[in-house]
C-alpha cells in the first residue's frame, strides 16, 4: 500500500509540473484571441491596420473601415476584439488611427496616405 501511495503521488507530482508550463496558454490577450478567431474563420490577421473611414449613426453604432472591411465596436469584431471607435479616429491595441493613416501594430510606425488637414470633422 505504502508504495503504492508513492506511486500514485510522484505521478500527480509529475503530471502538476509538466502542465505548469502550459496554464498561461489559457488565457489570452485580446490580439491573441483575435488571431485565434481569425485563424479558426479563415481571416488573415494583419499587424497593419488602415483606417480609410468612419461612420457615426444617431443611435451610437458606430462602424470603421478597417482592411477593407466595415468592423464594429459592438459587437466586437472578432478579428480587432480591442477595437474603439471615436468620433475622428479608433483605438486599436491603445494606438490612436486616424482616417488615412495605416499602422504598424507591432512597430509602432506609422503612414500618413493623406495630406495634413484634408479631413475634417463637421460638428
Known amino acids: ?21 502550459t496554464i498561461g496558454t489559457v488565457f489570452y490577450s485580446p490580439a491573441e484571441r483575435g488571431a485565434l478567431v481569425a485563424a479558426r474563420n479563415g481571416i488573415s490577421q494583419s ?6 473611414g468612419i461612420i457615426q449613426r444617431g443611435a451610437g453604432k458606430s462602424a470603421a473601415w478597417i482592411n477593407g472591411r466595415a468592423v464594429t465596436q459592438v459587437p466586437p469584431d472578432p478579428v480587432i476584439p480591442s477595437l474603439v ?7 486599436i491595441e491603445d494606438k490612436i488611427l486616424k ?14 496616405r493623406l495630406p495634413e488637414k484634408s479631413v475634417r470633422v463637421k460638428p
Request: aromatic content about 6%.
Open 85 to 91: 471607435i471615436g468620433r475622428d479616429h479608433v483605438k
Open 99 to 112: 482616417v488615412g493613416e495605416s499602422i504598424d501594430i507591432n512597430s509602432g510606425q506609422r503612414i500618413l
Open 47 to 52: 499587424t497593419v491596420y488602415t483606417l480609410s
Open 1 to 21: 500500500m505504502n508504495k503504492f501511495c508513492l506511486i500514485v503521488a510522484s505521478l500527480l507530482l509529475f503530471c502538476s509540473t509538466a502542465g505548469a508550463s
